[in-house]
């Protein structure tokens, strides 16, 4: 089985100070790591993504996330957060050897940026 | 290039009443996915597909049928809605490439059950 968990339910930052946004997981086997952003009645759009190699990984809009193994986890970073960051962020994990390349979501965090 | 459209957008219905949510991509994506929304327990999988003609059982599959008959199209049915099926939901696609392709997702259906 694999499961993934959010540990904030929101997080508020100022506009300009750096952002993290927590994520544990885990899995059987090697993980697939994922993150996803939510704006306000929208679908989810996709921001990065783990598979192997280095353990740092960059992504959309000056997001990067670092993967460590052996703390399972893969938080989500961006050195200076701006308003329009403010959103609902979801991490999901898929383990390697499930079958469907079914994703497991988080709970969510909603990040709130303050001018 | 439409991607993900989900129809309809919005809908109420009453207790026992049945409905079909219509998902369509035109990126020609191998796998589809029907996931529900609801606050503090993120996305579930509902069903999902791994190709035309193949369905298959998620996390939270019961109350729900689908069906895959062209590979552009997955429909979800609801054949006797109830109030815990009130939520948002969301159909993604994905385009096969061993294993690591990220979802790509629809704008979502709200649905109310009174």
């Known amino acids: 089985a694999q499961s993934v968990a959010q540990p904030e339910d929101q997080v508020n930052v100022a506009e300009g100070n750096p952002l993290t946004v927590k994520c544990t997981y885990s899995v059987s086997g090697n993980p697939y790591l994922f993150w996803y952003v939510q704006y306000p009645n929208r679908g989810l759009q996709f921001l990065l993504k783990?598979?192997?190699?280095?353990?740092l990984v960059k992504g959309s809009y000056g997001f990067e996330a670092e993967f460590n193994k052996s703390q399972t986890s893969f938080h989500l970073k961006k050195p200076s957060a701006l308003v329009s960051d403010s959103a609902l962020y979801f991490c999901a994990v898929r383990d390697i050897q499930a079958a469907g390349n079914k994703l497991t979501f988080g709970g969510g965090t909603r990040v709130l940026v303050k001018p | 290039n439409a991607g993900v459209t989900q129809t309809p957008k919005f809908r109420v219905l009453k207790t026992g009443q049945s409905m079909t949510l219509l998902c369509a991509q035109d990126m020609n994506h191998e796998y589809m996915y029907w996931y529900r929304q609801d606050p503090g327990m993120g996305l579930r999988l509902i069903h999902y597909s791994v190709g035309e003609g193949t369905t298959a059982k998620g996390e939270v599959p019961d109350g729900y049928n689908v069906s895959r008959l062209k590979k552009q199209n997955f429909l979800l049915g609801l054949e006797s809605a109830a109030p815990s099926q009130t939520s948002v939901y969301f159909c993604?696609?994905?385009?096969?490439?061993?294993?690591?392709?990220?979802?790509?997702f629809g704008e979502g259906s709200r649905l109310t059950v009174l």
């Open positions: 783990y598979i192997t190699g280095d353990n």
């Open positions: 993604a696609s994905t385009l096969w490439t061993g294993g690591v392709g990220e979802l790509f």
